[in-house]
Structures are given as structure tokens and as C-alpha cells.
């Protein structure tokens, strides 16, 4: 049974800093291309980041570009998402993503993330 967890969400003032981190199991990480996703209230689940199965190919959306790096640890099936000089509007549930291609099949429950302005 495939499992990700999140952890590392919290409440921060808006140009803060949070990382969050994602652990899986019950499947062969490195197989595996991972992604961040959040849901703000009331809005649709957006894209945030992705990191391919080596981590030399990595997307962002274009709001979040040179404030988030996404990273991976394939040794310890972790994946990451460090996010600096948050805005209000980086206030979300985030959730950790995998799956052998970008259609990402495992989900994992979600972190709140909340930046006060």
C-alpha cells in the first residue's frame, strides 16, 4: 500500500520561510516523479512544483519561481519543497504527489500552510 506523508506546514508571516517534507512508502521511490500541489479555500488544486525520478528535471508553476525549490532524497524516500518569501497568497493545503508520470496516482493528505500578511 502506497503511503506519502506531509509534514513541515505551518503558520508563518508573509516573507517567511517553511519547508515541508513528504515521505513515501510502499513503493520504489526512485521510480517515481514526485510533485507538490495546494489547494487554497475555495479554489481548484494547483500545480505547484515537480522533480523528475534523478532530479535533473524540475518544473514550477510561475508564481512560486525563485522562492520554491523542490529537491528529492532518493536514499530516504523524501521529497521536499522549501518555500521562502511566502506571500498570503501561498496559503494553502499542500500535498505531496507520485506516480510514474505527471498524471501522479498517489496522493498524500495535506499540510496546511498559512501566511499572515
Known amino acids: 500500500q502506497v503511503q506519502l506523508v506531509e509534514s513541515g506546514g505551518g503558520m508563518v508571516q508573509a516573507g517567511g520561510s517553511l519547508r515541508l517534507s513528504c515521505v513515501m512508502s510502499g513503493r520504489t521511490f526512485s521510480r517515481n516523479i514526485m510533485g507538490w500541489f495546494r489547494q487554497a479555500p475555495g479554489k481548484g488544486r494547483e500545480f505547484v512544483a515537480s522533480?523528475?525520478?534523478?532530479?535533473?528535471?524540475?518544473t514550477y508553476t510561475d508564481s512560486v519561481k525563485g522562492r520554491f525549490t523542490i529537491s528529492r532524497d532518493n536514499a530516504r524516500n523524501m521529497v521536499y519543497l522549501q518555500m521562502n518569501s511566502l506571500k498570503p497568497e501561498d496559503t494553502a493545503v499542500y500535498y505531496c504527489?507520485?506516480?510514474?508520470?505527471?498524471?501522479?496516482?498517489?496522493w498524500g493528505r495535506g499540510t496546511q500552510v498559512t501566511v499572515s500578511s
Open positions: 504527489a507520485a506516480g510514474p508520470n505527471t498524471d501522479f496516482g498517489f
Open positions: 522533480i523528475s525520478r534523478t532530479g535533473e528535471s524540475i
